[in-house]
């Protein structure tokens, strides 16, 4: 019967609609039977429309996120090998490659916290917990990275719900560390199995999913931006010990300065150099979003208290936070266009560092606004300053 459906938008169509009856509560080995009868494979990319399509079409990402554990059960084991023939997911060093050897890592240590679980003589601790809490890496890589390249290519489905849940996970986790760390005997066997069980829904997604779609998406010049912003964000359970770069010739090269070529101001003129040297001199973090939404610049220097891999330009500003904070985002970004506000300030003691982030209406000389100016900085030496030291001392 599976001849009957090679359309692709009737597929998603069908397969959207087998979600729904899930939704709707009908059984779901009714549905997984009516699926196996009428699909013999499906992809990962028409998966990631279809969570799309559901989300474009009003039910929320929270709706999506209770039956994404439901529907990746009914499509596990159908997911077609779109990927093979691939090897680069195989490469030592590819992005796709460092990913799902953490996610080998990751599955090896929630397989050990279970033993634990399951003995009657040797429970979890608050170091199994602080070790599984390294996954936060992996994840922002994969949100910071892998899903600034599929909105690129309009894939906006996934990201919102893989982002949800992995933020449960963190919250989950931390929560459970909390607790162990104030009373090591406390009762945290039930949430840290639904936990780890999240956890390998998701190395699951990631691995028959995600890295699929995106190898079948991704040109290499994209890998290559996703690996070169890797080291920004750092790695959870496993450290690529290989460097990967394109094919020769496969890879787009950044065009040069003009020689001598002056950037002119209205107090000066410099070189792109030395303009470039300059922000990422300043002792603040600088990122400019564009009067479109869309991160347009951040300043590189040698010490950033917030991670920015290359990827994010030109994505919209919404979708670099978790969505639980989005609607924060945005009444902010409205209150600057609007005139509102001109600034806004925040701050917050986080690793140590007392940082002080600051967000600036930027408009021209008639007052039109341009764009959103966010300054972050490490305040806690400048709170502690006392007395004076001149120039001369």
């Keep these: 019967m599976s001849e009957l459906i090679d359309n692709n938008k009737t597929r998603r169509e069908v397969l959207k609609g087998l979600i729904l009856d899930l939704h709707a509560g009908r059984p779901f080995d009714e549905v997984k039977s009516e699926f196996e009868e009428k699909f013999s494979g499906v992809s990962a990319n028409e998966i990631a429309q279809m969570e799309q399509d559901l989300i474009i079409g009003g039910m929320p990402v929270e709706s999506i996120q209770k039956l994404c554990d439901v529907h990746a059960s009914v499509f596990k084991g159908s997911i077609e090998e779109i990927h093979a023939g691939k090897s680069d997911e195989r490469t030592p060093g590819h992005p796709a490659h460092t990913f799902m050897k ?29 070790k599984l809490l390294e996954i936060d890496r992996h994840y922002s890589r994969k949100e910071n990275l892998i899903f600034s390249f599929l909105e690129k290519h309009n894939i906006l489905g996934p990201p919102k719900v893989m982002w949800a849940i992995d933020d449960e996970v963190r919250n989950e986790l931390k929560a459970i560390s909390r607790i162990l760390e104030t009373d090591e005997n406390a009762r945290i066997e039930n949430d840290l199995r639904q936990t780890l069980n999240k956890i390998s ?11 699929p779609m995106a190898m079948e998406t991704f040109t290499e010049e994209q890998w290559l931006e996703i690996k070169e912003g890797e080291g920004e964000i750092g790695y959870s359970f496993y450290q690529p010990a290989a460097a990967w770069k394109p094919m020769a010739g496969s890879a787009k090269t950044v065009d ?5 070529s002056f950037i002119k101001l209205d107090s000066g003129a410099m070189t792109r150099e030395e303009l470039g040297a300059i922000l990422n001199t300043i002792p603040v973090d600088i990122t400019f979003v564009g009067r479109d939404d869309k991160v347009r610049y951040f300043s590189e220097g040698s010490d950033r208290i917030f991670p920015r891999p290359r990827a994010i330009i030109g994505r919209e500003v919404r979708n670099c936070h978790p969505p639980t904070s989005v609607h924060i985002v945005e009444k902010l970004m409205e209150d600057l266009k609007s005139g509102k506000k001109d600034h806004e300030d925040f701050w917050i003691k986080s690793g140590g560092r007392f940082i002080y982030i600051r967000y600036f209406a930027v408009r021209d000389k008639e007052g039109s606004y341009l764009g959103t ?7 806690k030496n400048i709170v502690m300053l006392e007395g004076e030291k001149r120039l001369a001392d």
């Design 201 to 211: 829904e998701m190395i699951y997604k990631e691995d028959n999913i995600l890295i």
């Design 373 to 379: 100016l966010e300054v972050t900085q490490d305040i």
């Design 102 to 130: 953490e996610n080998e890592k990751a599955t090896e240590i929630v397989d050990e916290i279970r033993k634990k679980l399951d003995s009657s003589d040797n429970r979890p601790g608050i170091d199994d917990i602080r």
């Design 256 to 260: 040069e300065d003009e020689n001598g």
